[in-house]
């Protein structure tokens, strides 16, 4: 991965193998929901004695490259950014956690236009237009720079739909987001990703799916040249999962056989992880998890994903998802004992074998699912005064000598 001046700075900081001060393990922020009988969450959270974060070091490895990256645009260091943004493209590096640097330089050097667009200032989206289109004339034949102009306006087209949504002058919005759409097609035209080799024009010309007429036809079609180019990275996944939902272009009914589908694409790289991406992203999407579900296929699908990082990041997003899924199926009752079994068995293997560190940040229910999963799996020895700390490769209990 490519090291920027900030990232630099996190990694040669001390003291990461301890509790941050600033992090107060506290309960309450989720409801009675995840209470834990007996002990009581703030308990359970007490005897926790591993290595908490509240944002987790790989996400911080992902903001400061998209700052380092911020500042050179900010600078007017085109030919290096751009250059950047190739190698990192072409290369297809890896950032901790499975990101691709590309994507992060990407971002990076979109900031202020995703901020403009947060605050709906269409004005200060447009002048950020007016730079990439300034970029783009001063490097014509360079495919990153058509992306950056690519993807501003689909950034545009896209906030302006979701406004238009919410009844905000939606015939004005509407007609120029397809004007965004329609000018975003024209620059992703003249480079072919294929022949580019970049996973990065891959996924911009995908995103198009959303403003153009024949959306539909096309989404599957880029989804398989994005994948060819880049079968590893998780977004190519979770991005195509959504747009196969009711609210684009799929079916609930149909959305299974898709999600398998994409996991026999890429079963030779990532085994059957592509399943796993495709359920976290349509669960995220909707609220909760689709009904077709297959749950043993998910969790070994499960483990896939963590394997090809082998990082925390992905442990603590698999140890918050099947901390959901154990509470809810609790919740269903007497008939869904055979799941919770499962769900409890698999939340128990993660803990126990795979996460060795709290990232606060990938915990769907904060401090309150933190404290359940821990309850849910080390319940008898908490009961007898175990304290839990770093065992091997995950968590494991110990009781202090009276």
């Given at each position: 991965?490519?090291?920027?001046?900030?990232?630099?700075?996190?990694?040669?900081?001390?003291?990461?193998?301890?509790?941050e001060?600033?992090?107060?393990?506290?309960?309450?922020?989720?409801?009675?929901?995840?209470?834990?009988?007996g002990?009581?969450?703030?308990?359970?959270?007490s005897?926790l004695?591993?290595?908490?974060?509240?944002v987790?070091p790989?996400?911080t490895?992902?903001?400061?490259?998209?700052?380092d990256?911020?500042?050179?645009?900010?600078?007017?260091?085109?030919?290096d950014?751009?250059?950047?943004?190739r190698?990192?493209?072409?290369?297809?590096?890896m950032?901790s956690?499975?990101?691709?640097?590309?994507?992060?330089?990407?971002?990076?050097?979109?900031?202020?236009?995703?901020?403009?667009?947060?605050?709906q200032?269409?004005r200060?989206?447009r002048?950020?237009?007016?730079?990439f289109?300034?970029?783009?004339?001063?490097?014509?034949?360079n495919?990153?720079?058509?992306?950056?102009?690519a993807?501003?306006?689909?950034?545009?087209?896209?906030?302006?739909?979701a406004?238009?949504?919410?009844?905000?002058?939606?015939?004005?919005?509407?007609?120029?987001?397809?004007?965004?759409?329609?000018?975003?097609?024209?620059?992703?035209?003249?480079?072919?990703?294929?022949?580019?080799?970049?996973?990065?024009?891959a996924g911009?010309?995908?995103?198009?799916?959303?403003?153009?007429?024949?959306?539909a036809?096309?989404c599957r079609?880029?989804?398989?040249?994005?994948c060819?180019?880049?079968?590893?990275?998780?977004?190519?996944?979770?991005?195509?999962?959504?747009?196969?939902?009711?609210?684009?272009?799929?079916t609930l009914?149909?959305?299974?056989?898709?999600?398998?589908?994409?996991?026999?694409?890429?079963?030779?790289?990532?085994?059957?992880?592509?399943?796993?991406i495709?359920h976290?992203?349509?669960?995220?999407?909707?609220?909760?998890?689709?009904?077709?579900?297959?749950?043993?296929?998910?969790?070994e699908?499960?483990?896939d994903?963590?394997?090809?990082?082998?990082?925390?990041?992905?442990?603590?997003v698999?140890?918050?998802?099947?901390?959901?899924?154990?509470?809810?199926?609790?919740e269903a009752?007497?008939?869904?004992?055979?799941?919770?079994?499962?769900?409890?068995?698999?939340?128990?293997n993660?803990?126990?074998?795979?996460?060795?560190e709290?990232?606060?940040?990938?915990?769907?229910?904060?401090?309150?699912?933190?404290?359940?999963?821990?309850?849910?799996?080390?319940?008898?020895?908490?009961?007898?005064?175990?304290?839990?700390?770093?065992?091997g490769?995950g968590?494991?209990?110990?009781?202090?000598?009276?």
């Open positions: 991965m490519l090291i920027t001046p900030s990232l630099l700075h996190v990694k040669t900081r001390t003291g990461r193998h301890r509790q001060d600033a992090v107060v393990l506290q309960a309450g922020g989720a409801g009675s929901g995840f209470r834990v009988e002990l009581g969450a703030d308990l359970v959270l005897r004695d591993a290595t908490v974060m509240r987790g790989e996400a490895e992902w903001h400061c490259v998209r700052a990256h911020a500042a050179m645009a900010d600078a007017g260091e085109w030919a950014l751009l250059e950047a943004l190698y990192a493209d072409q290369e297809r590096t950032a956690g499975g990101r691709r640097v590309a994507a992060l330089i990407s971002e990076g050097v979109r900031t202020i236009l995703a901020e403009a667009l947060a605050r200032d269409w200060g989206a002048a950020e237009l007016d730079r289109e300034a970029v783009m004339a001063m490097h014509p034949e495919y990153a720079a058509a992306h950056l102009l993807q501003a306006h689909l950034d545009i087209g896209a906030a302006m739909l406004a238009a949504s919410q009844g905000q002058l939606s015939r004005d919005l509407i007609a120029e987001s397809s004007a965004h759409y329609a000018a975003a097609e024209d620059i992703l035209t003249a480079f072919d990703p294929i022949e580019q080799l970049s996973p990065l024009l911009s010309r995908y995103l198009l799916v959303r403003g153009i007429e024949d959306g036809d096309l079609d880029w989804f398989e040249d994005w060819d180019l880049d079968p590893e990275d998780a977004t190519v996944h979770a991005t195509h999962a959504v747009h196969l939902l009711p609210d684009w272009f799929g009914g149909a959305f299974e056989k898709e999600a398998r589908r994409a996991a026999n694409m890429t079963a030779g790289t990532t085994g059957r992880a592509a399943y796993a495709f976290i992203a349509a669960a995220e999407a909707l609220g909760d998890f689709v009904p077709t579900l297959d749950l043993e296929f998910f969790i699908a499960l483990g994903y963590q394997d090809a990082t082998g990082c925390q990041y992905r442990a603590n698999a140890a918050s998802l099947l901390t959901r899924m154990v509470h809810d199926y609790r009752g007497p008939a869904a004992n055979w799941q919770l079994t499962k769900a409890r068995a698999a939340l128990s993660v803990i126990w074998n795979r996460l060795r709290i990232h606060l940040d990938c915990w769907i229910h904060g401090a309150d699912g933190l404290a359940y999963a821990l309850a849910e799996v080390f319940g008898p020895a908490l009961q007898r005064g175990a304290r839990i700390g770093r065992w490769e968590l494991g209990s110990r009781i202090p000598r009276q």
